[in-house]
T-cell receptor
Framework: NAGVMQNPRHLVRRRGQEARLRCSPM?????VYWYRQLPEEGLKFMVY????????ESGMPKERFSAEFPKEGPSILRIQQVVRGDSAAYFC?????????????FGPGTRLTVL | AQSVTQPDIHITVSEGASLELRCNYS??????LFWYVQSPGQGLQLLLK??????LVQGIKGFEAEFKRSQSSFNLRKPSVHWSDAAEYFC?????????????FGTGTRLQVTL
């Protein structure tokens, strides 16, 4: 069973461009989470999605950031008009839906650099 | 809102010595607690987790952690550290949202192992 896959692993964008980060959850997992890790900091929750639904977006910046998890295909984290402060590692995690609590499995991350 | 404090930013131990990494949490209900390890440029790997029951939990790679409700702590321990344990360690609290949970991370403790 392949783990959580993220691509690209590294992404370089110039200020004002768009960044699209993709996450394919583990097979059988219906929950996806996105976290951001700024340099020298811990991970910060951004958004939690299930198929075609945003469940909790309390950690998402109000502007320029959006996320989706369509019925088919990977989850996408989209950052419009990137700024230097968006440079960070973005991690995706997935979990199954098997009851009381679901462990999260993390992908290798996408490291975004904004020039 | 939940929070996690890891008071030690950086710890250095000699190979073969014992290790204890501190973690204190704030949460209004029964916590779900985790320790993750992150090697440079990599994603997060789960070391161990506490959901309920026995307050001393065993994890992978010889790590263990003890949940102490009275002290709001979940310290990670290893009796004899190996050079390969050098990495960043994150403590996390899980909050319940529906049937799955977002995680709140501490800022991490960077472990250096000297030979």
């Amino acid at each position: 069973n392949a783990g959580v896959m993220q691509n690209p692993r590294h992404l370089v964008r110039r200020r004002g461009q768009e960044a699209r980060l993709r996450c394919s959850p583990m097979k059988g997992h219906s929950h996806v989470y996105w976290y951001r890790q700024l340099p020298e900091e811990g991970l910060k929750f951004m958004v939690y999605l299930q198929k075609e639904n945003i469940i909790d977006e309390s950690g998402m910046p109000k502007e320029r950031f959006s996320a989706e998890f369509p019925k088919e295909g990977p989850s996408i984290l989209r950052i419009q008009q990137v700024v230097r402060g968006d440079s960070a590692a973005y991690f995706c995690a997935s979990s199954p839906d098997r009851g009381a609590y679901n462990e999260q499995f993390f992908g290798p991350g996408t490291r975004l650099t904004v020039l | 809102a939940q929070s996690v404090t890891q008071p030690d930013i950086h710890i250095t131990v000699s190979e073969g010595a014992s290790l204890e990494l501190r973690c204190n949490y704030s949460y209004g209900a029964t916590p779900y607690l985790f320790w993750y390890v992150q090697s440079p440029g990599q994603g997060l790997q789960l070391l161990l987790k506490y959901f309920s029951g026995d307050t001393l939990v065993q994890g992978i790679k010889g790590f263990e952690a003890e949940f102490k409700r009275s002290q709001s702590s979940f310290n990670l321990r290893k009796p004899s550290v190996h050079w390969s344990d050098a990495a960043e360690y994150f403590c996390a609290v899980g909050a319940r949202t529906g049937t799955a949970s977002k995680l709140t991370f501490g800022t991490g403790t960077r472990l250096q192992v000297t030979l």
